[in-house]
């Protein structure tokens, strides 16, 4: 064993009581599905973990139903100082069963346990902390006095961060008076299952939450129920583009949060060491799975070869393997499907002429995997620095002036994120100012917190996930015409 | 001694700071509500429409670039230019709505009051939705409304001035820049207010005025890739469920048709929000 190689040091699955297989949650009890069940298993080794119930369109139709009325029934003539208590349990239950969600979490997305244990899991925490609070202040948010709720949300989430995304979705909704119906991603299921349980332990009214399992055409039939006031989605453009030309003309309200193609941009005066932590972070968190991935570096052409070779020389550092493990860096593709795309946007990448580097690292012999990828030479019209890969695979341009910067930065039709590195402050708000993207990472990449609104511009989607404005996705305003 | 033979004047399209005729040739006849000829007004084409997003994108970098207290300037500019026109504006509106000259004086004035509250919100409404957000973190960490960019408007089809002013004023103060596909019955205000917009340092492609067929003009403008934005309060009678299932193709924001209120919420529909992370740890 050399001095850069640690032992194993996985963490126990002792602590997860999985059932052997799992129905919808349905108006507070699970219940079994008519729609058949799927397999939900660990991309690591592809072991199974579960069955789980796939919801029919009749068990979205009764989960609408449930969720109609709890709002009706209850949850919006609950007072907001009791739908925020009721939140504020959540959240301790979280923090309480953490290190099982984190588990449960790694296992069945893939990915390592410390980002789950300490991202993931401690922002779910956060976020139904933060939005337990807004639920008696409605009045305060901006909105004018009294906001409504909008009734049943539907909501259908990713396999990136599963629990995570579900917070994202659920908290903001109850606390604003809406009651919900979330589809987690097919792949996915588990840590949304194990919260139902949290949610009962909570005591939470029956039919507030009902989470329906299942694949696209789930998430299909719940996008499109008549009696579903909100819709939230979180995932691919193509998807997005589906719903929302399916929600046109319904009366519905509608935020997207979807795909991105993040310039992540080095200026000559960075801090390179920093700058290297920050382009590991921005595309290599989460095995690349992550909307707002940094996945092109724009580094200025005077640095470019030193960030390179120090990029190089980071990456051949990082640990790839068990996602259980408290020593990975990198854990496992979420599915064969996504692994299939990672390889055949990656064939292109090479065949369009860039050049390929691929950290050296042993594969693990069954589940899915791919070792962090740099293509340098990359052109703008290249697949991979124009589509979401949504894997470890970074895309290298350079630029010269902070203007080429910006023009290539905006270059694309995605505008969810985007990181800045340089040491000049006003260099840094003058370039911010100009990057047409939700998120700017200045010297950082990759931060997430309730309090801070989060979401895209032009392809990347509409509504904002996060602080005020993401309870604002979920109420209606009262205010009234306020001229003359 | 006869009545002296009055100048009427031509309307043309106003497109990129310039009023020109339709690319096409083609004008319709705008007649009063009496059934008299009052004018020909161009009927603009599928290409003028892509003209007019061509300026509008162009016009997008300075009029977001300018600062919001110059913005509120030229706004409040606009007024004072509307309340100097008041006369001719109530004449038109005569004309074309049939409606009497104190109906005609009140939508003037109600249309000038609103460029002048709008001009107001300028520099306090990013303030008003944005904000410095605590984050868990030594992070300083801040959320500030940007323009969506070019907004593609269907005005209200049953006024000739106040839809107008209602749906264009509250996308400018953010800094976007629009395409406006005027009433159909009831265009001449429109261009009118063009001239107006030319005179109060608006500068040239932040506004340009389509007039003609709502029904083949939008239908295009729904599909432009290079708009970001559409509004349809004027879109009732068209196939505005269509209009909004093209948009989807390229994610535009879009406000369904319904009279416009004057409020925050209209300038926030063509905003985006923006944060800024950066660390604050060094010390």
Request: aromatic content about 8%; overall charge negative; hydrophobic content about 45%.
């Amino acid at each position: 064993m050399g001095f850069l190689d640690y032992a194993p040091a996985p963490e126990s699955r002792g602590i997860l009581h999985l059932k052997d297989a799992y129905g919808l949650f349905i108006d507070g009890d699970f219940v079994d599905g008519t729609g058949g069940s799927f397999t939900t298993i660990s991309p690591a080794d592809e072991s199974r973990i579960a069955e789980v119930a796939s919801a029919s369109e009749a068990d979205v139709d009764a989960a609408v139903a449930a969720a109609r009325r709890a709002h009706t029934k209850v949850w919006a003539k609950m007072s907001g100082r009791d739908r925020g208590k009721y939140l504020f349990r959540i959240a301790r239950l979280v923090q309480e069963r953490a290190r099982e969600l984190a588990v449960a979490e790694s296992l069945d997305n893939g990915k390592p346990i410390k980002e789950s244990r300490d991202v993931d899991v401690p922002l779910v925490a956060a976020w139904f902390f933060y939005y337990a609070g807004w639920a008696d202040k409605l009045d305060h948010a901006g909105l004018g006095e009294a906001p409504r709720s909008l009734g049943v949300a539907g909501q259908v989430i990713p396999w990136n961060f599963p629990l995570l995304m579900l917070a994202w979705k659920i908290a903001p909704a109850l606390a604003g008076g809406n009651t919900v119906v979330l589809k987690p991603a097919e792949t996915t299921p588990l840590s949304a299952l194990i919260f139902a349980e949290i949610l009962q332990q909570a005591d939470l009214p029956p039919g507030v939450v009902n989470i329906v399992t299942g694949a696209g055409g789930t998430g299909a039939a719940l996008v499109r129920h008549p009696d579903v006031d909100k819709v939230a989605f979180t995932g691919s453009t193509a998807v997005g583009r589906d719903i929302a030309r399916a929600v046109a003309g319904t009366g519905k309200s509608l935020t997207l949060e979807l795909g991105g193609k993040a310039a992540n941009i080095v200026f000559d005066d960075a801090p390179i060491d920093q700058a290297v932590e920050g382009i590991v972070n921005g595309i290599f968190f989460n095995q690349g799975h992550v909307c707002c991935a940094g996945s092109r570096l724009l580094v200025q052409e005077s640095v470019h070869d030193e960030v390179v070779d120090r990029l190089k020389t980071r990456l051949s550092t990082l640990r790839l393997g068990d996602p259980l493990d408290k020593n990975t860096d990198i854990g496992a593709i979420n599915s064969a499907a996504q692994l299939e795309r990672i390889r055949t946007l990656s064939d292109a990448g090479e065949a369009e002429g860039a050049q390929r580097w691929t950290a050296d690292c042993a594969i693990p012999d069954s589940g899915f995997w791919f070792a962090p990828t740099v293509f340098t030479g990359v052109e703008a019209s290249h697949r991979i620095a124009r589509e979401e890969v949504f894997g470890p695979v970074l895309a290298v341009l350079t630029f010269r002036t902070p203007a080429e910067a910006i023009a290539k930065a905006n270059n694309t039709p995605y505008g969810l994120s985007a990181g800045i590195w340089s040491d000049k402050g006003s260099r840094i708000l003058a370039v911010a100012d100009k990057l047409r993207a939700g998120v700017v990472w200045a010297n950082t990449f990759n931060r997430f917190d309730p309090a801070s609104p989060f979401g895209g511009y032009k392809e990347s989607g509409y509504g904002r996930e996060g602080g005020r404005h993401g309870l604002a996705a979920y109420l209606k305003p009262s205010r009234k015409e306020i001229t003359r | 001694m006869s009545a002296r033979l009055t100048v009427p004047k031509t309307y043309k399209l106003a497109i990129g700071g310039k009023f020109p005729r339709s690319e096409s040739g083609r004008t319709y006849e705008v007649r009063s509500a009496k059934g008299e000829f009052l004018a020909n007004a161009a009927l603009a084409s599928r290409k003028d429409a892509r003209d007019a997003v061509r300026a509008s994108r162009s016009a997008v970098s300075g009029w977001a670039g300018a600062t919001a207290y110059n913005r509120g300037q030229v706004l409040y500019r606009v007024a004072e230019l509307l309340e100097g026109r008041r006369a001719q504006f109530v004449d038109e509106i005569v004309a074309q709505e049939g409606v009497s000259s104190a109906v005609a004086a009140a939508q003037v004035d109600a249309a000038t009051d609103l460029w002048v509250w709008y001009a107001g919100w300028c520099d306090k409404y990013a303030q008003v939705a944005g904000g410095l957000n605590p984050v868990a973190g030594a992070y300083f960490n801040i959320s500030a409304p940007e323009p969506t960019g070019v907004v593609a408007i269907i005005a209200p089809q049953d006024s000739a001035l106040l839809g107008l002013t209602a749906t264009i004023a509250p996308a400018l103060v953010a800094g976007n820049t629009v395409v406006v596909v005027a009433s159909e019955r009831y265009p001449l205000s429109a261009i009118s207010l063009a001239e107006v917009l030319a005179t109060s340092d608006v500068p040239g492609g932040v506004v340009n005025v389509l007039t003609g067929s709502p029904a083949e003009i939008a239908p295009h403008l729904a599909d432009h890739a290079d708009v970001n934005a559409l509004d349809l309060a004027g879109a009732e009678h068209l196939d505005w469920v269509d209009l909004q299932m093209r948009a989807a193709e390229t994610l535009k924001r879009v406000l369904v048709p319904g009279e416009p209120v004057a409020s925050p919420e209209r300038i926030a529909a063509f905003t985006e929000v923006k944060t800024v992370w950066h660390p604050k740890s060094m010390l």
